[in-house]
């Protein structure tokens, strides 16, 4: 059973434009959510996080929302560039096991010049 | 600066043999985690170290799975008995000190025929 669930297995934007990657969770335990980034043959890079006091961290290009009542999160790039196509992974943790990360399956992100 | 470490990158076995992978931290990371990524999966977690002891092993399948960090810095992650459905990506990650923000290596590819 999926705890944190990519729904968009890819996406596709051209240059320029927003890039919206979205994310649901199940468990109301979970306090702290991120966005890793991931190429091919390398292992996940971290982005950007939300801690659950908070609806919007920014950082440069990148926004995450965090609606705590609907229990999704989103990652907004703009703009997007031809670097960012890569997977893109959600994860989430609980204060009870923290550093153990749970992600979704991630969505692979193309971005087209 | 070095990033996190692991070897081999690729390890082909058959079944019911014994494997050991190896990762190295970040030097000075307190922190170790291990993850495994099946193919269309996100990563899953399996184990972290604080120090020389394990602190949350939850994410172990069975028993045939095993890890150690005698010295608090390199880990070695050791498979018994493999069987097919081990054949994945096995991915450590370093942090200074317990944290959801994790630096993970390349991974070692794990095929068991």
């Known amino acids: 059973d999926q705890q944190v669930k990519q729904n968009s297995p890819s996406l596709s934007v051209q240059e320029g434009r927003i890039s919206i990657l979205n994310c649901d969770y199940t468990n109301s335990m979970f306090d702290y959510f991120l966005w890793y980034k991931k190429y091919p043959a390398e292992g996940p890079t971290f982005l950007i996080s939300i801690s659950s006091i908070k609806d919007k961290n920014e950082d440069g290009r990148f926004t995450v929302f965090l609606n705590k009542s609907a229990k999704h999160l989103s990652l907004h790039i703009v703009p997007s560039q031809p670097g960012d196509s890569a997977v893109y992974f959600c994860?989430?943790?609980?204060?009870?096991?923290?550093?153990?990360?749970?992600f979704g399956k991630g969505t692979k992100l193309s971005v087209k010049p | 600066g070095a990033g996190v470490s692991q070897t081999p990158s690729n390890k082909v076995t058959e079944k019911g043999k014994y494997v050991e992978l190896r990762c190295d931290p970040i030097s000075g990371h307190t922190a170790l985690y291990w993850y495994r990524q099946s193919l269309g999966q996100g990563p899953e977690f399996l184990i972290y170290f604080q120090g020389t002891g394990a602190a949350d092993d939850s994410g172990l399948p069975n028993d045939r799975f095993f890890a150690v960090r005698p010295e608090g810095s390199v880990s070695t992650l050791k498979i018994q008995r493999t069987e097919r459905g081990d054949s994945a990506v096995y991915l450590c990650?370093?942090?200074?000190?317990?944290?959801?923000?994790?630096?993970f290596g390349p991974g070692t590819r794990l095929t068991v025929l």
């Open positions: 994860a989430a943790s609980a204060y009870t096991s923290q550093g153990n990360l749970i």
């Open positions: 990650a370093s942090s200074l000190t317990l944290s959801n923000e994790q630096f």
